[in-house]
């Protein structure tokens, strides 16, 4: 990749990422260098497995929208899989809100529209975010009129396929569905939840779910326990509420699609709050959001995320116990072959202790053979005991005994066609003995 970009500043980090600044030396364009480090054993849980990178760079691929950051080129060395993606400069949405002194709900729904057209144009292709949250809106230029807006971060986005029951427990807890929580299938309705926490908190600066510990707010999420505190509240309209209160809906199929979503009054007509008949009442001024609730809310959720507010790595909850469900299976496996190797094993301890008294009884010859099998057998006994996940060794030992069981066998053959041989040249040699005594 150093060959076609020229490597700049590290623009952020993640868990298995760097995304550097970077300069395309033919054209002298910026653009976001992205290095994704690759799982090198499918074992480890170090990196990013193969097929998650495959998916993200599938989707980035298959995207392209004005509100949606995009792939302009891919490369891959030993260590890392590089995404060369739009240059994102303008920062995130909250930040950049929270600079102001105020914020009216006409320009809040200006940017929340952008964010619902990305979504929008997700949706259509089947795609599902999964990880929409402040900190994946960005601002492409921060220094114009009408910044314009940028979903980011597709490291857990997942096509939905029609049929194909899919669940799974990632994304970050502020922001997740009761679906994600509750480990139950999931689709494009887990979007619009995210979608619903994030305008409660761009209205309010205040987080509907967030609790004291990472428990408690998974706990809040799956009860839907939250409300409209006046105190963050008042200057907020009905409506704005009603678009909250038909998102944050715990049954997915009940909950607002993003179709519907755009097609809300509060969304689709903005300027009617220029005309409601509330303002006959009401200071024109009290239409204003103050945005000193967001500024404290945004500086929380840069100084303190890691307890709380970053959930464990995407997929990895539900492999880990998948990975000990699998290890556990295979310990009770393992117990199974401990239990039969040892009957067969004693089983055969028995069948060499008659042998050993059988080969005494016919051949002292070979008793020291015997005894020598019996120390063998006793000594494996041992070890069994000592070391009993090694059943392979054992195998090995009792193979090792049958052959020389077989070895001694043979031999007890051979020796037995000997004493035959011998007998029958005995008894030749008696009968020679005798014809000459009667001939003479």
């Known amino acids: 990749v150093e060959d076609f970009y020229e490597m700049g500043e590290e623009l952020g980090s993640g868990q298995f990422a760097i995304v550097r600044k970077c300069r395309e030396r033919k054209t002298g364009l910026e653009y976001a260098a992205k290095f994704i480090k690759k799982r090198r054993l499918s074992s480890s849980r170090r990196g990013v497995s193969r097929e998650e990178i495959e998916r993200e760079v599938d989707i980035l691929r298959e995207i392209q929208h004005p509100n949606i950051i995009t792939l302009h080129d891919i490369f891959e060395n030993k260590t890392d899989v590089v995404l060369i993606l739009e240059l994102v400069s303008g920062g995130e949405l909250f930040d950049f809100l929270a600079e102001k002194e105020s914020l009216t709900e006409e320009e809040a729904t200006q940017f929340l529209k952008q964010i619902l057209d990305g979504v929008h144009y997700l949706h259509s292709k089947r795609i599902a975010h999964f990880d929409l949250k402040p900190e994946n809106i960005m601002l492409l230029d921060k220094n114009v009129p009408n910044p314009r807006i940028k979903l980011i971060d597709f490291g857990i986005a997942h096509k939905i396929e029609a049929g194909n029951e899919f669940k799974n427990i990632f994304g970050t807890p502020e922001f997740v569905a009761p679906e994600i929580v509750n480990y139950e ?26 609790g004291e510990t990472k428990q408690e707010t998974l706990t809040n999420i799956s009860a839907v326990n939250y409300d409209f505190d006046e105190e963050y509240f008042s200057n907020t309209s009905e409506l704005a509420k009603d678009f909250i209160r038909r998102l944050l809906v715990k049954d997915p199929k009940k909950r607002m699609t993003i179709a519907q979503s755009l097609e809300h009054p509060w969304i689709k007509v903005i300027k009617r709050r220029n005309v409601r008949n509330e303002d006959n009442c009401k200071k024109p001024e009290r239409r204003r959001l103050k945005t000193t609730r967001l500024k404290e809310y945004t500086i929380k959720s840069h100084s303190s995320m890691p307890p709380n507010n970053t959930y464990i790595n995407f997929e990895r909850f539900s492999k880990v116990m998948e990975e000990v469900a699998a290890a556990e299976e295979s310990l009770r496996e393992l117990e199974r072959n401990k239990k039969s190797f040892q009957e067969d094993i004693e089983a055969l301890l028995s069948i060499y202790e008659e042998k050993e008294s059988w080969y005494k009884e016919e051949n002292e010859s070979i008793s020291q053979d015997l005894r020598q099998i019996r120390q063998e057998l006793q000594k494996t006994e041992a070890l069994k005991k000592q070391a009993q996940e090694e059943t392979k060794s054992v195998v090995q030992v009792a193979n090792g005994l049958k052959r020389r069981y077989r070895k001694l066998e043979n031999r007890y053959e051979a020796l037995a066609k000997q004493v035959a041989s011998e007998m029958k040249f005995v008894q030749e040699l008696v009968w020679s003995i005798e014809r000459e005594k009667l001939q003479s």
């Not at 979608?195 to 309010?204: A, K, P, Q, R």
Request: proline letters at 8%.
């Open 185 to 210: 299938p999931l689709g494009l309705e887990a979007d619009m939840w995210s979608i619903g926490v994030i305008t409660y908190i761009l209205l309010s600066g205040a987080s509907p779910f967030l």
